[in-house]
């Protein structure tokens, strides 16, 4: 188990203030700490796109804990047997060779209640072995277990990744946890992010709150670094299947994004999945033509030559050379040496294009390298060693990426921290504060994030019209007059406006979000206007307001799943929790806090 040990002096926190440092004890010194939060501990939560992490942050000192396997790491998979058995992480991805159709794993492509039409979700659907299928056109996972074929939402597997950090941090701290900070790459949509709130409460969490990985990351930072006066500081986030980057200022008493940006084009399993095409070119040459088909269509041949793959990937970081050994690889054994020079050249693009986006992102914010402080480089495939050097080559004024902060651990030492801060109390007004002796250390400061993408809504001409943009600071508002398709209809006098999210121009090529609709009297060219804000949490509410009339409608984009359909999912997951609880040999397996506090 990883702990930092952090200094103790009493500290506030802050969210979601746009604010300097003098205007930060105006802002405390004005609020009310009326609203007593409920009993249980707060963890922190890394939730990556192929594994996930968990931290808790006691008496100035944070851990991060280890799973039954001694691995701070946990794989985000999850499997079902053929004896009804249900694993996770470790042990469901060392049997994905024998056991790919009933093993789950990638969920952000699917996660939030994209359209199963969408071409992301279709290409998913191709690229894993389990079967995704459409229910009411959205994505839902069939899987066996045992001798029959059940059906799960991408909400309740993610709930059981974070259920088990839950029993993680509950074995650990002998008490019950009811409050999480999910730490996520700012890639993630708002729909992804209503997700994964839907999935903390099925998974037993009171509360559920969830961050940018680049702000966790910068609060690891100010804290354990001690960083008292302004820094500039570049977070440079290389996940499993996103690249986020952001350039922060830290110190003067806040934390603040200045500008931000991301693609899911870049990251670990792309760089993979290049090696994997190169490694089917070379046994379809050694062995014969169209086997290269026949692997890509084979999904045990592909779990396993992807796992390989995984390894020699890792090797590189550290060796020139590494061997890529397969048995029965299409009932033939496989071997092939990749050199660290063969891994470059097939990735040299992306890696570039991290560099790239690194210095658009630094321009964005006004800066140039030669005005940051630190660079930090973090992900799982911040180790690369030419991704480094792409980097290091980008920020040539700052040097080599900083190694002062672990790049696997920093986003979840964040996370355990920003928990740390809600054991207490919180503002009346919905934002969170911390005011305990002896809990944080670095004297009072605020929290001041952005948006990660552009929010607007469905106009006339089938076009997207911008209301919040991106890199707006929390919380972000924006009002507009709407014109609308088809704007209301006669007979009932309704009107709806369709929220969208993201950059391209054309709105069928965005997120659909949600929708907002209205009823009024009938009039002849109703007025209408709407508003959208987007608080420190990243929850959009939107209202629509026909003038005229003086009629509102608002509504909170904040649980996608009704609290009904949270129960029922939460009971089934309790069930595979009390089966689990049940060693073969008839002992109970000792579990602690395991019911989920709904009614």
């Not at 709930?159 to 009811?178: C, F, G, H, Q």
């Not at 924006?478 to 006098?493: A, C, Q």
Request: charged share 25%.
């Amino acid at each position: 188990m990883m702990a930092f040990s952090l200094p103790l002096r009493t500290t506030a926190i802050i969210i979601g203030f746009a604010c300097s440092a003098a205007q930060f004890n105006e802002i405390k010194n004005d609020k009310v700490l009326s609203r007593e939060l409920t009993g249980g501990a707060s963890i922190g939560i890394d939730f990556g796109a192929s594994h996930i992490r968990v931290a808790v942050f006691r008496n100035g000192r944070a851990s991060v804990l280890k799973n039954e396997q001694g691995s701070e790491i946990t794989p985000a998979y999850v499997a079902f047997t053929r004896d009804g058995k249900r694993l996770i992480g470790d042990e469901a991805k060392s049997q994905l060779t024998s056991n790919p159709e009933n093993t789950v794993f990638s969920l952000f492509p699917i996660l939030g209640g994209q359209s199963f039409d969408e071409e992301e979700v279709q290409n998913h659907t191709e690229a894993v072995p389990y079967k995704i299928f459409s229910s009411n056109k959205k994505a839902k996972i069939d899987v066996k277990v045992g001798d029959r074929t059940e059906s799960f939402s991408t909400e309740e597997i993610v709930a059981v990744l974070l259920s088990k950090m839950k029993e993680i941090a509950e074995k650990y701290l002998n008490e019950p946890v009811t409050r999480a900070v999910i730490s996520l790459a700012s890639c993630a949509t708002y729909s992804q992010r209503r997700a994964i709130k839907d999935s903390g409460k099925i998974s037993g969490f009171q509360e559920v709150h969830v961050v940018n990985s680049h702000m966790t990351t910068a609060l690891a930072y100010l804290l354990l670094v001690e960083v008292f006066s302004p820094r500039r500081v570049l977070v440079i986030d290389v996940g499993a299947r996103s690249l986020s980057v952001a350039v922060l200022s830290v110190g003067n008493g806040a934390i603040r994004t200045l500008a931000q940006d991301c693609s899911t084009k870049i990251g670990g399993e792309i760089f993979q999945q290049r090696v994997i095409h190169y490694m089917e070119m070379l046994y379809e040459k050694k062995k014969g033509r169209g086997l290269a088909e026949r692997l890509r269509k084979s999904a045990n041949a592909q779990q396993k030559l992807r796992r390989e793959v995984e390894k020699a990937i890792r090797t590189l970081s550290f060796s020139e050379l590494a061997d890529v050994q397969t048995e029965s690889l299409l009932g033939e054994d496989f071997s092939e040496v990749l050199m660290q020079s063969r891994f470059e050249q097939l990735n040299m693009d992306l890696f570039q294009s991290v560099a790239d986006l690194a210095e658009t992102v630094l321009n964005r914010a006004g800066s140039r390298a030669s005005k940051l402080d630190d660079v930090l480089l973090i992900g799982g495939s911040s180790k690369i060693p030419m991704l480094r050097q792409f980097v290091a080559n980008a920020i040539l004024a700052v040097g080599q990426p900083s190694d002062m902060m672990d790049p696997d651990t920093s986003s979840v030492v964040g996370a355990a921290i920003w928990a740390g801060s809600l054991a207490n109390r919180a503002f009346d007004d919905g934002t969170i504060g911390a005011f305990k002796p002896g809990l944080l250390a670095s004297g009072n400061f605020a929290l001041v994030d952005s948006t990660s993408h552009c929010l607007g809504y469905l106009s006339k001409g089938y076009y997207f019209s911008t209301v919040i943009p991106r890199n707006e600071p929390l919380p972000a508002k924006g009002e507009v007059k709407v014109s609308l398709p088809n704007i209301y209809d006669e007979e009932v006098s309704k009107a709806t406006i369709l929220v969208f999210e993201g950059e391209q121009r054309v709105a069928e090529m965005k997120n659909f979000v949600d929708s907002v609709q209205l009823y009024f009297k009938k009039t002849f060219y109703p007025a209408l206007w709407s508003n959208f804000t987007v608080n420190h949490e990243h929850t959009i509410t939107v209202s629509l307001r026909e003038m005229k009339s003086n009629t509102i409608n608002t509504d909170i984009f904040d649980q996608r799943i009704d609290q009904q359909e949270i129960k029922r999912m939460a009971n089934r997951l309790q069930t595979f929790a009390d089966r689990d609880r049940w060693r073969p040999n008839g002992l109970k397996r000792a579990t602690i806090w395991n019911r989920w506090p709904i009614e």
